[in-house]
């Protein structure tokens, strides 16, 4: 009896332990991986480790929500081959949309572009290792990623486009590599991180940090204008340094951040509508005799402000400017 008792239950564990495989690692070739995955696999499957290579197809499996339980995904090891309009060492369009239950992954050694909206809505995940190699993060590449707290970027990287991490609101960790020279519209809006801008960027889109935490904003001297909404609503902002390079700034580009002062270079010969609205901490400004306009609700709001020295250049006010 005691024999049958014994045999029964370790029977009933080893059926047990070969449900259960938290971790696995798994070699594929482009196309396969569905077919190296049991039913078992993508019902309890935590941690997950593949290496060899994978294209468009492979990804579809992670679309089709059949991970159940997949929360560490690390793809360091594979390589991505081109299939139909993918090229090559490309994540593609969508490869993880909205894989709520994914927590952790890293991103392949070859990997040189994260596609559009690679990563769209995945609520569950914290953390993202983009090794070395990679140089484009896509449009929307990790839009609405409201779990993410930290981004590792490489050395490599120098494009960011569209809403790439827009709405990740918790996103606290991350440095901007000096090797970066675009940042596309609302890439960071609603961000929680504060970094420096790198001295590199030649390109700053609308909206660039809107909403954003950051807290001292040094323009680099490649950048010739700043545009429409890209400080507006950093209520953390207390100083802005503007090189004699920048030519132009956008409108509400400034709207309410937590500055307290502005000195505007020489080479600035307007100031757009709403560009320093509701700027309430604001109390002195610094008008350049080359400002000749000054456009409407620029200065709307800006409660903390109690004098201000126009200069003789000023040939035009809009209605509301000082409202």
């Known amino acids: 009896m005691k024999n049958t008792i014994f045999t029964l239950t370790f029977l009933l564990m080893t059926i047990s332990l070969s449900w259960s495989r938290p971790n696995k690692t798994v070699v594929v070739t482009a196309g396969n991986l569905a077919s190296v995955l049991s039913a078992g696999d993508l019902d309890t499957l935590t941690n997950l480790t593949l290496k060899g290579s994978l294209d468009y197809r492979d990804f579809a499996l992670f679309r089709s929500k059949k991970f159940y339980s997949l929360t560490d995904l690390n793809l360091k090891d594979v390589s991505i081959d081109a299939y139909g309009k993918y090229p090559k060492n490309t994540l593609p369009y969508k490869s993880f949309y909205k894989c709520i239950d994914l927590k952790n992954i890293t991103l392949p050694t070859s990997l040189v572009t994260i596609g559009d909206s690679a990563f769209y809505d995945c609520t569950g995940l914290t953390s993202v290792t983009i090794l070395d190699s990679t140089t484009t993060i896509g449009k929307g590449a990790f839009n609405w990623c409201r779990s993410l707290t930290t981004v590792i970027l490489p050395s490599s990287l120098k494009n960011i486009g569209n809403n790439a991490f827009d709405a990740c609101i918790v996103l606290s960790s991350m440095i901007l590599p000096a090797s970066m020279t675009y940042i596309g519209d609302y890439a960071f809006s609603s961000t929680k991180f504060d970094t420096p801008i790198p001295d590199s960027i030649k390109h700053l889109g609308i909206g660039a940090f809107e909403g954003a935490h950051i807290t001292q904003v040094n323009i680099p001297p490649t950048l010739d204008y700043i545009p429409d909404f890209a400080f507006s609503d950093c209520p953390l902002i207390t100083s802005v340094s503007i090189p004699n390079t ?78």
């Open 246 to 323: 920048v030519h132009y700034i956008g409108n509400d580009a400034f709207q309410g951040s937590g500055i307290t002062e502005v000195n505007l270079p020489t080479s600035i010969s307007s100031i757009r509508e709403s560009t320093f609205s509701d700027c309430t901490k604001l109390a002195s400004v610094s008008l350049p005799g080359t400002i000749s306009y000054i456009g409407e609700y620029a200065f709307n709001n800006c409660s903390g402000l109690t004098t201000i020295t126009l200069p003789a250049s000023v040939a035009k006010i809009e209605n509301y400017a000082f409202y």
